[in-house]
């Protein structure tokens, strides 16, 4: 989803939470219906427990934290505009003259995707901790580690300093 060199990461979280004190996690029912095909989702839940393994925190049925997912897609257009020149060659010793100049405009459509993390602190069903990366589509975008590579760059600032 995330193209790394080209993505836009922001996050933001509640100050007033003790991030020590959130030990597990689990996926809401929402997050593990993202619609998107089979092989993407398991590659986004993977990653996303890994990193948060990786953090200390254990996976359970009882979580402390839901994580809860979206995705957005948007289809959008482009323009690179060039200016070609038309140039003459003459003479006997291969002068160049410079010729009508002639705008040249290139339509490029794309598609954007934002995948959107929330951390929810279950028993009070409140937003704690919010991530979120932007990019262009494109199919390499989607292997497992860029994929892997995306998630880390939003989950980079859970827990919160």
């Known amino acids: 989803m995330l193209s790394c060199s080209s993505s836009k990461v922001v996050s933001d979280y509640d100050d007033t939470i003790n991030f020590s004190e959130y030990k597990t996690y689990g996926f809401s029912n929402k997050a593990k219906q993202i619609p998107v095909d089979d092989m993407v989702k398991t590659r986004l839940l993977n990653s996303i427990s890994s990193n948060l393994t990786s953090k200390g925190l254990t996976e359970s049925p009882n979580p402390d934290l839901l994580v809860d997912l979206a995705i ?64 262009i589509v494109k199919e390499e975008s989607l292997k497992k580690e860029n994929i892997a590579m995306g998630i880390n760059k939003i989950l980079e600032s859970y827990p919160p300093q």
């Open 72 to 135: 957005k897609t948007e289809k959008k257009k482009d323009y690179s505009n060039t200016n070609v020149n038309l140039s003459t060659v003459w003479g006997k010793k291969w002068r160049f003259r410079t010729g009508v100049g002639k705008p040249y405009s290139k339509q490029i459509n794309y598609t954007e995707g934002t995948l959107i993390i929330h951390l929810v602190d279950r028993a009070k069903d409140v937003l704690v901790w919010k991530g979120s990366g932007s990019g």
